[in-house]
């Protein structure tokens, strides 16, 4: 392991700052591109005539489904090929299939559109996170990955705010291609000035050049049973984080009677804003108080859940509307700040060349879980609740999640008691572990 002080800070004459600013950018445009059609919602609800179950299903199940399926195999090809050439392709195909879906007819069609984008987003995180890992060593990864995972929130802002805004003036299918362009302009950008780190770059671990197979990868994650936990934690507070970026517009759109550019400007600064705060500091926190005890990495994930839930009833069940906003505060700053520590300890679990795999098969369990089904059984239960409480069944619904998140707390707990033990065993052999062995 290197000392911080000799580990290289840049690749290729490139500083590694800029190369985790452009990764970021890559998230930006991401969560951009994935959250767009969360804004345009309502809009799109009116024009096909959808139900809560079938924008639930769209919005989350039909982009979830490939987005996470195909991010392992395209992360067992990133452990063996140019990862920023993976990243850069994949950014030009979603943004593309996004400014597709501006040409939608019917729901059919914007359902295909939109497993396009989960296709091309499928190949980003996996290798993204791949190379932060290669440029950051595990006692600075979680804020550097904190950093990179604040582009979500980003995303988020730009979706709701600058997509609220296109609609306004201009229409929801005009704010699908203006959510494509960044994207395809950034794919050029990365690919010319962004270098391929070497594997092991910060931690001097020689890379043998010998990728596992996917089963392999698959046998020795489930062996770690921090990581099964960890898995399971973020794919539950997925499940609420998703379902809220989903349903929380519409919330404010049918009880507070919010215009499309009004409720983009609030959605957009809560979860671009005050999210980003939030995603940030837990990994820096997470770093700062993981040297002194490696599971403050989960403790930190446990705080942040146990201080935002007494804040769920009246953030979605106050008539007041600045009531209701003042108490979606908290529970916005938390509700992304389980990934950089999650993330971080998934790097530090496995060795170089599993690395993508491992992050995408996280991804996969948080996708499918939390992504794939939050939105749209939240959706569902919301249809389900309509005859008895009426317009106010999302907001019951959305409240549910809450159940979902003191789950992910006691996966995070289990965790932590895992991770000191099979951290030190895996730090002991991590320059001689023959990968496959």
């Given at each position: 392991?290197?000392?911080?002080?000799?580990?290289?800070?840049?690749?290729?004459?490139?500083?590694?700052?800029?190369?985790?600013?452009?990764?970021?950018?890559?998230?930006?445009?991401?969560?951009?591109?994935?959250?767009?059609?969360?804004?345009?919602?309502?809009?799109?609800?009116?024009?096909?005539?959808?139900?809560?179950?079938?924008?639930?299903?769209?919005?989350?199940?039909?982009?979830?489904i490939l987005y996470a399926t195909l991010g392992v195999p395209l992360?067992?090809?990133?452990?063996?090929?140019?990862?920023?050439?993976?990243?850069?392709?994949?950014?030009?195909?979603?943004?593309?299939?996004?400014?597709?879906?501006?040409?939608?007819?019917?729901?059919?069609?914007?359902?295909?559109?939109?497993?396009?984008?989960?296709?091309?987003?499928?190949?980003?995180?996996?290798?993204?996170?791949?190379?932060?890992?290669?440029?950051?060593?595990?006692?600075?990864?979680?804020?550097?990955?904190?950093?990179?995972?604040?582009?979500?929130?980003?995303?988020?802002?730009?979706?709701?705010?600058?997509?609220?805004?296109?609609?306004?003036?201009?229409?929801?299918?005009?704010?699908?291609?203006?959510?494509?362009?960044?994207?395809?302009?950034?794919?050029?950008?990365?690919?010319?000035?962004?270098?391929?780190?070497?594997?092991?770059?910060?931690?001097?671990?020689?890379?043998?050049?010998?990728?596992?197979?996917?089963?392999?990868?698959?046998?020795?994650?489930?062996?770690?049973?921090?990581?099964?936990?960890?898995?399971?934690?973020?794919?539950?507070?997925?499940?609420?984080?998703?379902?809220?970026?989903?349903?929380?517009?519409?919330?404010?759109?049918?009880?507070?009677?919010?215009?499309?550019?009004?409720?983009?400007?609030?959605?957009?600064?809560?979860?671009?804003?005050?999210?980003?705060?939030?995603?940030?500091?837990?990994?820096?926190?997470?770093?700062?108080?993981?040297?002194?005890?490696?599971?403050?990495?989960?403790?930190?994930?446990?705080?942040?859940?146990?201080?935002?839930?007494?804040?769920?009833?009246?953030?979605?069940?106050?008539?007041?509307?600045?009531?209701?906003?003042?108490?979606?505060?908290?529970?916005?700053?938390?509700?992304?700040?389980?990934?950089?520590?999650?993330?971080?300890?998934?790097?530090?679990?496995?060795?170089?060349?599993?690395?993508?795999?491992?992050?995408?098969?996280?991804?996969?369990?948080?996708?499918?879980?939390?992504?794939?089904?939050?939105?749209?059984?939240?959706?569902?239960?919301?249809?389900?609740?309509?005859?008895?409480?009426?317009?106010?069944?999302i907001r019951w619904a959305m409240l549910s999640t809450a159940i979902?998140?003191?789950?992910?707390?006691?996966?995070?707990?289990?965790?932590?008691?895992?991770?000191?033990?099979?951290?030190?065993?895996?730090?002991?052999?991590?320059?001689?572990?023959?990968?496959?062995?």
């Amino acid at each position: 392991m290197s000392d911080q002080n000799t580990a290289p800070r840049a690749v290729n004459g490139t500083s590694r700052g800029y190369i985790l600013v452009m990764l970021t950018l890559v998230y930006v445009v991401n969560y951009l591109d994935r959250n767009i059609l969360n804004q345009l919602l309502p809009a799109i609800k009116t024009e096909f005539h959808l139900s809560d179950g079938d924008l639930g299903f769209l919005s989350g199940f039909v982009f979830a489904i490939l987005y996470a399926t195909l991010g392992v195999p395209l992360a067992w090809f990133a452990d063996r090929a140019n990862r920023r050439n993976v990243i850069a392709v994949s950014m030009m195909l979603f943004a593309a299939m996004t400014a597709v879906s501006a040409y939608a007819a019917n729901f059919v069609q914007l359902v295909f559109a939109r497993i396009g984008t989960g296709i091309g987003e499928a190949g980003t995180s996996p290798s993204v996170n791949s190379i932060i890992s290669d440029l950051y060593e595990p006692k600075e990864r979680a804020g550097a990955l904190s950093f990179y995972a604040t582009g979500l929130n980003v995303g988020l802002l730009l979706a709701f705010f600058g997509g609220g805004w296109v609609e306004h003036r201009y229409g929801w299918r005009n704010a699908f291609l203006a959510a494509g362009i960044p994207g395809l302009v950034l794919a050029f950008l990365f690919i010319f000035t962004v270098p391929e780190p070497k594997r092991g770059l910060v931690e001097n671990i020689a890379d043998t050049g010998e990728t596992p197979h996917l089963g392999q990868t698959i046998v020795y994650l489930l062996s770690q049973r921090s990581f099964v936990f960890i898995a399971l934690g973020t794919a539950m507070a997925a499940f609420g984080g998703y379902a809220g970026n989903v349903f929380v517009p519409s919330m404010y759109d049918r009880i507070f009677h919010l215009d499309s550019e009004t409720r983009g400007f609030l959605v957009g600064g809560l979860f671009g804003v005050v999210g980003g705060v939030g995603t940030y500091f837990s990994g820096v926190l997470a770093d700062r108080l993981g040297k002194r005890d490696v599971r403050w990495n989960m403790w930190v994930i446990l705080v942040i859940i146990f201080s935002a839930l007494p804040f769920f009833p009246l953030y979605f069940l106050s008539n007041n509307l600045y009531v209701s906003i003042l108490c979606s505060l908290v529970p916005t700053m938390n509700g992304a700040a389980y990934l950089a520590p999650s993330y971080a300890m998934i790097q530090s679990l496995v060795p170089l060349r599993m690395r993508a795999q491992a992050a995408a098969i996280l991804l996969f369990t948080l996708n499918i879980i939390g992504f794939g089904s939050g939105p749209w059984l939240v959706g569902i239960e919301s249809d389900l609740l309509k005859p008895v409480f009426g317009v106010d069944s999302i907001r019951w619904a959305m409240l549910s999640t809450a159940i979902t998140w003191l789950i992910a707390a006691w996966c995070f707990w289990m965790a932590s008691r895992a991770l000191p033990g099979e951290l030190a065993r895996n730090n002991q052999k991590v320059e001689t572990v023959e990968v496959g062995a």
